[in-house]
């Protein structure tokens, strides 16, 4: 609960966890149920499949967003009469095929997310994926421009859940100190998605007309449907816990501290014992004669333990312990379309209009500033390198597309950099601060990007402007492709951990947001670049992006005070959640 003291709200779980114990062992955050359903249960290398198979599908969100702009001197030919269609005027509307798509994968998910935290991951990864796959079918055989241009908007549409579908399944399956190195695998997947879409589409388009990268994406898309339809359960759980809450034993005068098993063990001996409970009644119906030895060892420590409540209370306490463990659901009530369960009580309405409130808080407003730069910026790049490499060094959009190259290894590298590299910063400060876990405590890790993001702007401008050996532009490619893996997934994660139960709204906020100005970011580039140059316009851009990540200075040293503080806020008190 959050108590007011003048205008600062002081909330305790607001993204301040007791993640150490005093010993230094792990608190598992959030806590698990005794569910073997509970995907926080699921085995280890489950939960990194569930992972890998979410991560195809965000690398399938920009697979078709970005990789046909690769051929787009192609695709304005077909859709502009020819080769003696004027390409100059022709480019900048074609073009907008593939802004406007990224508008609506992000804007889009204003609709999607409430549906999503309402009535599960998995009704809305088929629908989602669905409309992708027929969207992108409608792509590859439209002739029109306003045909295509209205498949592009859709396909984004549907393309886009799966940005606020990924978080949100992390979020299910992975534990707090887990989530650094699978949120820098889904980063990965949706900045890489880009350089992977636009190196396959380059091979595509030596023998083959652009339209073919729209089947392959079709096949692609439709492999992932099956995927998400007979090996991906429900993640979203409604969890509820048969223990005593912490105090209950002292708190409740009806007790008699009793000397049991329930109050000696820890957790996980419950949960050993508790299987022992269910192997004792499977074996009180087989012959004597096949029951083997090992359980009288249980029984023995009953017995001890039923003595010494007698010696100690002066009468028996104990009472064996109920399993505490439901049965486990059967594969094919798993692989339903929908649960039956709503997954909250909040309304459709409040979680759509959430976003409104949540994008003016300072770290998911910096945050979104963050991502909305290096995306931006990122997608600019993407629509107008082919025809900027085509101009400057006579590439053909295979060659072109081998460029995105040092773009993917800029992505590859970045998962550790901001998975394991974050994890680690966090943790040091963690241990410095007696065991209590600060969401700022990630940031100075995005130090890195400080450097990259600015540094690979410039190498990309000047290389086009003085025409440089074409490494120069491509090495500047990798930078800004590392700088988004990395400094997003810095910042992404510190929103979640810091507004963790309405983190689906808070990556609504980021992605909705950022795709609007993204939008405008990237829709005037091409007029920045034609007026200034590229030197002086990536310089720019560069500096932009330098001063927003070194945002992260005052984030770290006083986040934690305008978290709270700016929930106080007037304009901002419709978005409350329950913990608040």
């Known amino acids: 609960m959050a108590t007011k003291s003048g205008d600062i709200v002081e909330e305790k779980s607001l993204g301040r966890v007791q993640l150490l114990t005093e010993s230094g062992e792990r608190i598992l955050v959030p806590k698990p149920s005794n569910s073997p359903d509970d995907p926080l249960n699921w085995s280890t290398p489950f939960k990194y499949y569930v992972a890998t198979v979410t991560c195809f599908g965000m690398l399938m969100c920009t697979f078709l967003a970005a990789g046909p702009t690769v051929a787009i001197v192609q695709i304005a030919m077909d859709f502009g009469g020819g080769p003696t269609a004027n390409l100059a005027v022709l480019i900048p509307e074609v073009s907008f095929f593939f802004t406007t798509s990224a508008l609506t994968q992000g804007t889009g998910n204003l609709l999607w997310q409430p549906l999503i935290n309402k009535y599960g991951r998995r009704p809305m990864y088929i629908i989602s994926f669905t409309g992708y796959l027929f969207t992108a079918i409608w792509s590859g ?25 990924g978080p949100a399944t992390i979020t299910d399956v992975f534990f707090l100190h887990e989530r650094g190195t699978a949120m820098a695998m889904y980063n990965f997947a949706t900045g890489s998605g880009v350089s992977i879409g636009i190196i396959i589409s380059g091979v595509i388009t ?36 048969d223990d005593s809450e912490e105090g209950d034993i002292i708190d409740d005068k009806k007790n008699p501290f009793r000397l049991s098993l329930s109050i ?64 486990k659901k059967s594969y094919w009530s798993t692989i339903s379309l929908f649960s039956g369960q709503v997954y909250t009580q909040d309304s459709l309405w409040k979680m759509f209009i959430r976003p409104f409130g949540l994008i003016i808080l300072p770290p998911v407003l910096w945050a979104t500033l963050v991502m909305s730069a290096l995306i931006g910026f990122s997608v600019a790049l993407s629509s107008a390198f082919a025809n900027d490499f085509q101009r400057v060094y006579n590439f053909t959009p295979f060659q072109a597309g081998l460029g995105f ?23 040091y400060f963690t241990i410095r601060n007696r065991g209590i876990r600060e969401p700022e405590f990630r940031l100075p890790a995005i ?10 702007l410039i190498l990309y401008g000047t290389g086009l ?35 963790g139960p309405v983190s689906g709204e808070v990556t609504i ?30 310089g720019e851009m560069a500096a932009i992006t330098a001063f927003v990540l070194l945002l992260a200075i005052p984030m770290f040293f006083w986040g934690a005070r305008l978290r709270r503080w700016s929930l106080g806020w007037r304009a901002v008190r419709f978005i409350r959640w329950e913990e608040v």
């Open 141 to 165: 055989l439209s002739t029109g421009y306003t045909s295509e241009l209205i498949a592009r908007i859709l396909l984004g549409f549907f393309s886009g859940a799966g940005e606020c579908l």
């Open 206 to 241: 030596l023998n083959n007309s652009w339209r073919v990268i729209y089947w392959v994406g079709a096949i692609l898309i439709g492999f992932l449907i099956i995927l998400i339809i007979f090996t991906i359960p429900e993640t979203a759980y409604n969890r509820s816990y």
């Open 264 to 327: 000696i063990l820890k957790d996980e001996e419950k949960a050993r014992i508790a299987r022992y409970y269910q192997e004792s009644d499977r074996l009180e119906t087989l012959p004597e004669d096949e029951i083997p030895n090992e359980t009288s060892t249980m029984q023995r420590m009953e017995e001890r333990i039923r003595r010494l409540e007698a010696a100690v209370l002066g009468n028996n306490q104990y009472s064996p312990l109920s399993s505490g463990l439901s049965p």
């Open 405 to 427: 190259f040092g773009s993917l290894l800029g992505g590859i590298l970045a998962i550790p950099a901001g998975g394991p590299v974050g994890e680690a910063v966090a943790n």
């Open 447 to 456: 130090a890195i990007s400080v450097i990259t993001a600015p540094l690979g």
């Open 465 to 499: 402007q003085y025409k440089l050996h074409f490494m120069v532009p491509i090495i500047g490619l990798g930078l800004v492709s590392f700088s988004g893996g990395q400094a997003i997934n810095i910042s992404f994660v510190y929103t979640l951990d810091a507004y």
């Open 509 to 538: 906020a980021q992605l909705a947001f950022k795709s609007i100005i993204g939008f405008g970011l990237s829709a005037t580039t091409n007029s920045w670049i034609a007026g200034a140059g590229e030197d002086v316009a990536l």
